[in-house]
């Protein structure tokens, strides 16, 4: 019996070792795939010192500016001279004008074929006022005359004086007054017709409206006058660039704000500056070549001045295209 219990302990003895030995390994397996976390620190990393700086910061759009597209104009335009005389008389008898040539205010640029027939009416009314002046002079003398004769008939004795003799002194004395009145009613209505037909005589020529040159010719001798007019001219001694200025840019803007233009082909920009701002929103006229930039844009002109040094090519690049970059 006590050799059964002795038996009893050893195994049971030997079954507890084995089983620590077994937790022991089960735990160093989960200790190597599972460690401990370590302690993490709440204290906060120490802030960077700041840079201090005296630079003030500034947008991308203050350092680069407004950008716009433009193109060049005169000052004075592009002047379309036509006619104002209406389908009637509108065919060019003599264009005294050819392209590049330079012109004077209020020198003839073409004549139109009426112009001799209105000539040779307005002539015709200038010699009429003259021996309608003289009738007048001769007319008035006359009535000088029966009123001293009617004056003197009145004055006579009533014995001496039928009354038949005064009373046709008393109607010379009419008549001469009425010629008169006549007279000078013509004089009135040719000096009226004599001014009407210089109006239709200038009607019949065209002059230049300023100092100039002529860019273009739309109607030569022969032909009639059509709705492009006949001849397109403009002062090329002052040029400006339009620039068309976005909408919501254009409150940037103001008189005096210097340009820099870029011109195709010239390699050193021009400078300009800003002296008329539009007041009108309209669609753009301009359209970049980049295939991804807005084909329909809300601007305002903008009309910059540029030097009067400028490049003599440029009078022959009205209308081209230029970038505008407002400072």
């Known amino acids: ?20 030995i077994y937790g022991n390994q089960i735990m160093t397996v989960v200790s190597e795939a599972f460690p401990s976390p370590k302690t993490i620190s709440t204290t906060p990393p120490p802030e960077p010192a700041l840079i201090s700086s005296t630079r003030p ?15 060049i104009e005169p000052r004075s335009r592009i002047l379309r001279i036509s006619h104002d005389v209406g389908p009637e008389g509108a065919r060019i008898e003599t264009l005294n004008v050819n392209t590049g040539d330079k012109v004077k205010k209020n020198d003839t640029i073409a004549i139109f074929s009426d112009y001799g027939r209105k000539l040779a009416k307005r002539d015709s009314i200038a010699k009429q006022i003259p021996q309608l002046e003289a009738q007048l002079r001769s007319e008035r003398a006359n009535l000088e005359y029966v009123e001293s004769d009617y004056r003197r008939i009145k004055d006579a004795q009533e014995s001496a004086i039928s009354i038949s003799a005064k009373e ?3 109607l010379e004395v009419r008549r001469a007054t009425a010629e008169i009145q006549s007279i000078q009613s013509q004089i009135d209505a040719a000096r009226a017709n004599l001014v009407l037909s210089e109006e239709e005589l200038v009607q019949s020529r065209v002059v230049a409206p300023i100092d100039g040159t002529i860019l273009a010719i739309h109607a030569r001798a022969g032909e009639r006058v059509g709705d492009a007019g006949i001849v397109e001219m403009a002062d090329l001694d002052h040029l400006d660039v339009i620039a068309e200025v976005y909408e919501q840019d254009i409150a940037r803007v103001t008189i005096g704000q210097t340009a820099e233009i870029k011109v195709p082909s010239i390699d050193t920009p021009l400078m300009g500056v800003v002296y008329e701002i539009g007041h009108m929103v309209q669609k753009n006229n301009l359209v970049d070549t980049d295939p991804l930039a807005s084909q329909d844009s809300r601007v ?14 440029l009078r022959n690049m009205l209308k081209l295209q230029v970038s505008v970059r407002l400072m």
Not at 1 to 20: C, E, N, Q, S
Not at 300 to 313: G, N, Y
């Open 57 to 71: 910061s500034l947008s991308p759009s203050s350092l680069l500016g407004i950008g716009a597209l433009g193109y």
């Open 168 to 170: 046709k002194a008393a």
């Open 1 to 20: 019996m006590r050799t059964f219990l002795l038996t009893i302990i050893i195994i049971a003895a030997a079954a507890g070792g084995a089983f620590l």
């Open 300 to 313: 305002i002109q903008v009309r910059i001045e540029l030097p009067a040094d400028l490049p003599k090519t």
